[in-house]
């Protein structure tokens, strides 16, 4: 029924290799983004099972990763504050319904509308939020109970097997590429790690640090279905639909964008309204299933196709995985170096982040220039969802103050002695008070012509302008004419009434463009 691959090229072997390795890093990042929630860490972990799941089979992606993200966790902390978790599995069952009723619509179609720009914000800012969230693997807990900085040895131990993960990573593709170098990576570092007694964190270690319990582990059993225990009334969904709209924004954002990136890397198109639908039936099984939700993740995303993952097989086999370490085989997951995955996860920054963005700085205007740093600062300052928006903003108000200089009107006299305008470039709110500006409504002709044959009226702000000139004219006793409207313009035209005469000469065909790939 499903194509485990997204072309003949690709393994089924690299697949499921890649998708082990992807389970392995899943580990320590679903536990943290739960404590950052405020949640236990098999609310995390589940979150990262079945998101992945469901989104792998039936997403619009093969390939990509999902799971239990930070952007959505700092949205949920609040919430279960302020509520307690039952609010929180009913919050990400309504945010599955919203991102469903999304994909339904088919407004995946309009991530489309993200400048490249902002997309090199993204990934930028993003690669800095990866980088600095391995940061928090130096710290370790000390006799009072408090996170503090490594120091000495251990410290040493640490960078040592970072820098040996990331040389495995490197050099070994260079000699084979028959296993995934981040898997063989983490192999060979847990063995030297557990043979030679070295003084280095493990991921049990980092599991007890983050909930602060001397006994905690990753292990547990399948996820039981529930029904959230809220009251089913008009105050909670005032309560739980706000967080609801906010966690579906986010979630659908930031899958979108990574859904466009791994389509560069791939050289193949996912489906922006599958996936979406995709998102939203995964968040929706989470919360009757007692998980915090999630979205798509980059870097365990480029973690994947890095390692030669690009069917659906990678995905499953990883969500498969990390149940299986979950009910099977937590003892040996929880020996894992955290040096090792934060080497993963360092090398992913280096690919993730765009070098050449700092070389084209200086080729590009300015104003996109701009766009680039400004999205990958609040990218860090806050979260992902927010930066894209304001990186859309700007990136249109540049535009509109851009073409709002290019409305161009010559103005001649025809054979029959009536003044003649004809309007170059765009008409819309940007460029309406230009373009009012150059006609001079007491010295024309009784006959009035304005040609549209290379011009375009957009918006309401434009039928507005011209029906203020019709006004002008009629006030000074002179007939206004239009010529060569689309078919659309004509229509909005018709909402400026009988002060304007419409006379098309010729209909100019502008089909809309529709989203048939979604």
């Not at 499953?316 to 929880?334: H, K, Q, V």
């Not at 008070?433 to 006609?439: I, R, T």
């Given at each position: 029924?499903?194509?485990?691959?997204?072309?003949?090229?690709?393994?089924?072997?690299?697949?499921?290799?890649?998708?082990?390795?992807?389970?392995?890093?899943?580990?320590?990042?679903?536990?943290?983004?739960?404590?950052?929630?405020?949640?236990?860490?098999?609310?995390?972990?589940?979150?990262?099972?079945?998101?992945g799941l469901i989104t792998s089979i039936f997403g619009g992606r093969p390939g990509m990763i999902s799971g239990a993200t930070g952007a959505m966790a700092v949205v949920m902390v609040s919430l279960v504050a302020l509520h307690g978790v039952e609010y929180l599995f009913a919050t990400v069952v309504l945010t599955g319904v919203i991102q469903i009723l999304a994909g339904i619509f088919k407004l995946g179609k309009f991530i489309r509308l993200v400048p490249h720009p902002v997309m090199l914000g993204f990934v930028n800012g993003l690669a800095i939020v990866i980088f600095l969230a391995q940061l928090g693997q130096f710290k370790v807990t000390n006799d009072a109970g408090v996170l503090v900085w490594m120091q000495g040895n251990q410290l040493l131990t640490m960078a040592g097997l970072i820098a040996l993960t990331m040389a495995i990573i490197h050099f070994l593709p260079k000699l084979t590429k028959a296993v995934p170098s981040s898997l063989v990576a983490i192999v060979v570092v847990t063995v030297l790690v557990q043979s030679l007694g070295l003084d280095a964190r493990t991921v049990v270690d980092f599991v007890r640090d983050m909930t602060n319990n001397p006994s905690a582990t990753i292990a547990g059993g399948l996820p039981q279905f529930s029904i959230p225990n809220v009251p089913f009334n008009l105050e909670t969904l005032k309560i739980i639909?706000?967080?609801?709209?906010?966690?579906?924004?986010?979630?659908?954002?930031?899958?979108?964008?990574?859904?466009?990136?791994?389509?560069?890397?791939?050289?193949?198109?996912?489906?922006?309204?599958?996936?979406?639908?995709?998102?939203?039936?995964?968040?929706?099984?989470?919360?009757?299933?007692?998980?915090?939700?999630?979205?798509?993740?980059?870097?365990?995303?480029?973690?994947?196709?890095?390692?030669?993952?690009?069917?659906?097989?990678?995905?499953?086999?990883?969500?498969?995985?990390?149940?299986?370490?979950?009910?099977?085989?937590?003892?040996?997951?929880?020996?894992?170096p955290l040096a090792a995955l934060v080497g993963v996860m360092f090398i992913v920054v280096i690919g993730t982040f765009e070098w050449s963005s700092f070389r084209i700085m200086k080729r590009i205007p300015k104003s996109d220039a701009f766009v680039i740093i400004l999205v990958s600062g609040v990218t860090v300052a806050t979260d992902l969802a927010i930066a894209v928006i304001v990186g859309v903003i700007v990136s249109a108000l540049v535009f509109a103050w851009e073409h709002a200089k290019h409305?161009?009107?010559?103005?001649?006299?025809?054979?029959?002695?009536?003044?003649?305008?004809?309007?170059?470039?765009?008409?819309?709110?940007?460029?309406?008070?230009?373009?009012?500006?150059?006609?001079?409504?007491?010295?024309?002709?009784?006959?009035?012509?304005?040609?549209f044959k290379n011009s375009r009226v957009v918006d309401h702000s434009a039928i507005e302008a011209i029906d203020t000139l019709a006004e002008r004219y009629l006030a000074q006793g002179k007939k206004l004419h239009l010529k060569h409207l689309s078919n659309d313009c004509k229509e909005l035209l018709d909402k400026a009434g009988d002060l304007v005469e419409v006379n098309v000469i010729e209909d100019p065909d502008y089909p809309v463009a529709t989203d048939k790939l979604g």
């Open positions: 029924m499903f194509n485990l691959h997204a072309s003949k090229a690709m393994s089924l072997k690299n697949d499921v290799l890649s998708g082990f390795t992807v389970a392995l890093a899943l580990v320590p990042e679903a536990v943290a983004f739960a404590f950052v929630a405020g949640v236990e860490p098999l609310v995390g972990l589940y979150a990262a099972f079945m998101v639909l706000p967080f609801a709209f906010v966690l579906a924004a986010i979630g659908l954002i930031e899958s979108l964008l990574t859904l466009t990136l791994i389509d560069e890397l791939t050289g193949t198109r996912g489906k922006g309204n599958k996936e979406c639908i995709a998102q939203g039936a995964s968040n929706t099984v989470n919360g009757f299933f007692g998980a915090m939700g999630g979205c798509a993740m980059i870097g365990q995303s480029m973690i994947n196709v890095n390692s030669g993952g690009r069917g659906r097989a990678s995905g499953i086999t990883a969500a498969l995985a990390l149940l299986g370490f979950i009910l099977f085989a937590s003892n040996l997951i929880e020996q894992i409305v161009v009107v010559n103005k001649v006299t025809n054979e029959e002695g009536s003044t003649v305008y004809e309007v170059n470039g765009p008409l819309f709110f940007g460029s309406i008070a230009n373009f009012l500006e150059q006609f001079d409504v007491i010295n024309d002709a009784n006959d009035v012509v304005i040609e």
